[in-house]
């Protein structure tokens, strides 16, 4: 009884609104919010705010209009693509226009109010740094072995382009992302010479592998770095990177300070990756062995049926 009188008190303080609050964007409707949609009390004329519901609802209109900016790149002609710039919600604008509207109690119509967020790799930094030569590797692969060869085409096709900025860490499977069939990849039911590739994803161990060869041959801080059990023909005894997404991983730092540039392709059997940055960069290059320029051996792994 006594929290049913206080109620009715506090009710009868309240401004009573039916109005609501129109949120658009690039002029289109996104969604229509009642002042007790995100108040304490969810009675028309409500003047409390709950933090928890507004929170939420910028929650999703943050995911409504967010599009990440996109950095230049170079396509496979060397033509440099341009950089797109990307927008965010405004959540501090955003959450005072909720705010207005609950204390005010009249309608209301908005923009959802936005940020640009420019992206780290522009056009001009990309020509900049694409100039000098400071790292290289080539490794040759089975193009015949078709889902092998199209796991390493897609990953090289994800690592290419990439920029590693002065004293920036490069995590490959940060860079590369989760092995998945709903990205692409598939089943490369082989085994290379120690390297059992019957998972979705095999072949990408020859990415990381080469991509360590370039980055050391360059120079760059190797921060982690894990071999096979067995050895893999496909580069010199010692020189791999075994990669998996639940298990190690290939990371390495840039020491100098300018940009490096990551540049990869396989084309036919062959995968090259080579590393660039600014003509007056100052880079002390290492001196690493070839790969074996021979087809890695390959044996059709069975399924046991276990």
């Known amino acids: 009884m006594i929290k049913a009188v206080i109620l009715s008190a506090i009710l009868t303080l309240l401004p009573v609104s039916h109005h609501p609050l129109f949120i658009e964007s690039d002029g289109q409707l996104v969604t229509v919010i009642h002042r007790e949609d995100i108040t304490l009390l969810p009675v028309p004329g409500s003047a409390f705010p709950d933090t928890y519901k507004v929170s939420n609802l910028l929650d999703s209109l943050e995911k409504e209009v967010e599009a990440p900016p996109e950095n230049a790149k170079i396509d496979g002609s060397g033509t440099i693509v341009p950089e797109k710039a990307g927008i965010k919600l405004d959540r501090e604008k955003m959450e005072e226009i909720l705010y207005s509207f609950i204390y005010s109690g009249k309608p209301l119509r908005t923009e959802i109010p936005t940020k640009t967020i420019y992206p780290d790799v522009d056009s001009e930094l990309l020509?900049?740094?694409?100039?000098?030569?400071?790292?290289?590797?080539?490794?040759f692969f089975n193009g015949g072995n078709k889902e092998r060869a199209h796991n390493i085409k897609l990953a090289t096709e994800t690592l290419n382009g990439k920029v590693v900025f002065p004293g920036e860490t490069f995590s490959f499977n940060k860079a590369i992302g989760k092995r998945t069939a709903e990205r692409g990849y598939m089943k490369a039911p082989v085994i290379v010479r120690g390297e059992l590739s019957e998972g979705i994803g095999g072949g990408i161990c020859q990415v990381s592998s080469t991509l360590f060869n370039a980055a050391d041959n360059a120079g760059m801080s190797i921060l982690q770095r894990y071999s096979h059990t067995k050895a893999v023909t496909y580069v010199p005894s010692g020189r791999d990177a075994t990669v998996?997404?639940?298990?190690?991983?290939?990371?390495?730092?840039?020491p100098y300070s300018q940009p490096v540039l990551i540049r990869a392709n396989a084309y036919g059997s062959t995968l090259s990756v080579t590393l660039y940055s600014a003509p007056n960069i100052e880079f002390k290059p290492r001196s690493i062995p070839g790969a074996p320029a021979i087809l890695p051996e390959e044996t059709t792994f069975k399924n046991s049926g276990r």
């Open 127 to 139: 020509d900049h740094i694409r100039t000098r030569l400071i790292g290289r590797y080539r490794t």
């Open 244 to 254: 998996s997404w639940y298990g190690p991983d290939f990371v390495f730092k840039n």
